[in-house]
Protein backbone atom coordinates (compact mmCIF):
# COMPACT_ATOMS: atom_id res chain seq x y z
CA UNK A 1 0.00 0.00 0.00
CA UNK A 2 2.72 2.48 0.71
CA UNK A 3 4.04 1.76 -2.10
CA UNK A 4 1.13 2.59 -4.40
CA UNK A 5 0.26 5.78 -2.25
CA UNK A 6 4.07 6.85 -3.31
CA UNK A 7 3.70 6.21 -7.02
CA UNK A 8 0.26 7.76 -6.91
CA UNK A 9 1.71 10.80 -5.35
CA UNK A 10 4.88 10.76 -8.17
CA UNK A 11 2.38 9.93 -10.99
CA UNK A 12 -0.14 12.88 -9.90
CA UNK A 13 2.95 15.27 -9.52
CA UNK A 14 4.36 14.27 -12.58
CA UNK A 15 1.04 15.05 -14.57
CA UNK A 16 0.40 18.82 -13.14
CA UNK A 17 4.49 19.49 -14.15
CA UNK A 18 5.16 19.76 -10.37
CA UNK A 19 7.26 17.34 -9.98
CA UNK A 20 9.43 19.19 -13.11
CA UNK A 21 9.56 22.54 -11.62
CA UNK A 22 12.51 23.24 -9.90
CA UNK A 23 14.57 19.99 -11.02
CA UNK A 24 18.09 20.91 -10.93
CA UNK A 25 20.46 18.53 -12.66
CA UNK A 26 24.35 19.06 -11.68
CA UNK A 27 27.08 17.72 -14.36
CA UNK A 28 30.96 18.03 -13.56
CA UNK A 29 33.22 17.86 -16.64
CA UNK A 30 36.93 16.31 -16.24
CA UNK A 31 39.67 17.87 -18.21
CA UNK A 32 42.69 16.10 -17.71
CA UNK A 33 44.67 16.47 -21.36
CA UNK A 34 46.50 18.87 -22.80
CA UNK A 35 44.36 18.15 -26.28
CA UNK A 36 42.54 21.44 -28.02
CA UNK A 37 40.13 19.02 -29.54
CA UNK A 38 39.15 17.16 -26.10
CA UNK A 39 38.76 20.79 -25.35
CA UNK A 40 36.69 21.54 -27.62
CA UNK A 41 34.76 18.76 -27.40
CA UNK A 42 34.12 19.47 -23.18
CA UNK A 43 32.85 22.56 -24.18
CA UNK A 44 30.29 21.41 -26.90
CA UNK A 45 29.23 19.25 -24.32
CA UNK A 46 28.83 21.62 -22.07
CA UNK A 47 26.60 24.01 -24.42
CA UNK A 48 24.68 20.67 -25.16
CA UNK A 49 23.71 19.88 -21.70
CA UNK A 50 22.68 23.56 -20.98
CA UNK A 51 20.69 23.71 -24.28
CA UNK A 52 18.87 20.57 -23.73
CA UNK A 53 18.07 20.94 -20.41
CA UNK A 54 16.88 24.86 -20.99
CA UNK A 55 14.31 23.58 -23.78
CA UNK A 56 12.76 21.27 -21.06
CA UNK A 57 12.85 24.06 -18.80
CA UNK A 58 15.10 22.51 -16.02
CA UNK A 59 18.02 24.49 -14.39
CA UNK A 60 21.64 23.04 -15.14
CA UNK A 61 24.99 23.59 -12.99
CA UNK A 62 28.08 22.84 -15.06
CA UNK A 63 31.56 22.88 -13.52
CA UNK A 64 34.70 22.19 -15.46
CA UNK A 65 37.50 20.25 -13.54
CA UNK A 66 40.77 20.98 -14.80
CA UNK A 67 44.40 19.06 -13.41
CA UNK A 68 47.40 17.93 -14.80
CA UNK A 69 47.65 18.46 -18.65
CA UNK A 70 44.35 19.49 -18.62
CA UNK A 71 45.05 22.70 -16.63
CA UNK A 72 46.27 23.86 -19.90
CA UNK A 73 42.69 24.95 -20.63
CA UNK A 74 42.70 27.54 -18.14
CA UNK A 75 45.81 29.01 -18.39
CA UNK A 76 45.92 32.79 -20.09
CA UNK A 77 48.24 33.60 -23.29
CA UNK A 78 48.43 29.47 -23.59
CA UNK A 79 44.94 27.96 -23.82
CA UNK A 80 43.19 27.14 -27.11
CA UNK A 81 39.87 27.66 -25.97
CA UNK A 82 39.96 31.19 -24.28
CA UNK A 83 37.71 32.63 -26.16
CA UNK A 84 34.87 30.28 -26.16
CA UNK A 85 35.29 30.23 -22.29
CA UNK A 86 35.05 34.00 -22.18
CA UNK A 87 32.19 33.83 -24.04
CA UNK A 88 29.96 30.60 -22.56
CA UNK A 89 30.68 32.20 -19.00
CA UNK A 90 29.28 35.59 -19.94
CA UNK A 91 26.05 33.61 -21.29
CA UNK A 92 25.94 30.98 -18.96
CA UNK A 93 25.17 31.81 -15.14
CA UNK A 94 25.67 28.84 -13.97
CA UNK A 95 29.18 27.62 -15.73
CA UNK A 96 32.40 26.95 -13.69
CA UNK A 97 35.53 26.35 -14.79
CA UNK A 98 38.12 24.78 -12.05
CA UNK A 99 41.95 24.92 -12.00
CA UNK A 100 43.55 22.15 -9.76
CA UNK A 101 46.43 24.12 -7.55
CA UNK A 102 48.35 21.22 -7.18
CA UNK A 103 48.96 21.04 -10.37
CA UNK A 104 49.66 24.83 -10.54
CA UNK A 105 52.07 24.54 -7.54
CA UNK A 106 54.11 22.23 -10.18
CA UNK A 107 53.71 24.00 -13.23
CA UNK A 108 54.79 27.71 -11.46
CA UNK A 109 57.58 25.75 -9.87
CA UNK A 110 59.17 24.08 -13.02
CA UNK A 111 58.33 27.45 -14.83
CA UNK A 112 59.90 29.45 -12.42
CA UNK A 113 57.67 32.37 -12.41
CA UNK A 114 53.41 32.80 -11.67
CA UNK A 115 51.80 30.87 -13.81
CA UNK A 116 48.59 33.25 -14.97
CA UNK A 117 44.73 31.56 -15.49
CA UNK A 118 42.17 32.80 -16.94
CA UNK A 119 39.92 35.43 -15.08
CA UNK A 120 37.19 32.79 -15.27
CA UNK A 121 39.38 30.12 -13.70
CA UNK A 122 38.44 29.48 -10.17
CA UNK A 123 40.97 27.74 -7.79
CA UNK A 124 40.92 24.54 -5.76
CA UNK A 125 43.03 22.93 -3.65
CA UNK A 126 43.00 19.66 -5.78
CA UNK A 127 40.85 19.09 -8.70
CA UNK A 128 40.90 14.97 -8.10
CA UNK A 129 39.00 15.69 -4.53
CA UNK A 130 36.92 18.41 -6.19
CA UNK A 131 35.42 15.63 -8.98
CA UNK A 132 35.00 13.30 -5.64
CA UNK A 133 33.16 16.12 -3.64
CA UNK A 134 30.86 17.07 -6.36
CA UNK A 135 29.98 13.48 -6.97
CA UNK A 136 29.53 13.28 -3.52
CA UNK A 137 27.24 16.27 -3.64
CA UNK A 138 24.96 14.42 -6.51
CA UNK A 139 26.62 16.12 -9.19
CA UNK A 140 26.99 13.93 -12.60
CA UNK A 141 30.32 12.83 -13.77
CA UNK A 142 31.63 12.99 -17.44
CA UNK A 143 34.75 12.89 -19.28
CA UNK A 144 34.57 13.61 -22.92
Given at each position: MKHALSAALIGAALSTGAYAE?????????????????MNMA??????????????????????????????????????????IST?????????????????DVMTKKAGSEIPLLEEAKVVPSGVVRLISLQEEGYSYIRP
Open positions: GVNHKVAFHVDENDPQLLNNVANVASYYEEQGDTVVVEVVTYGPGLNMLIKGKSPVADRMSLEMGNLTFVACQNTL
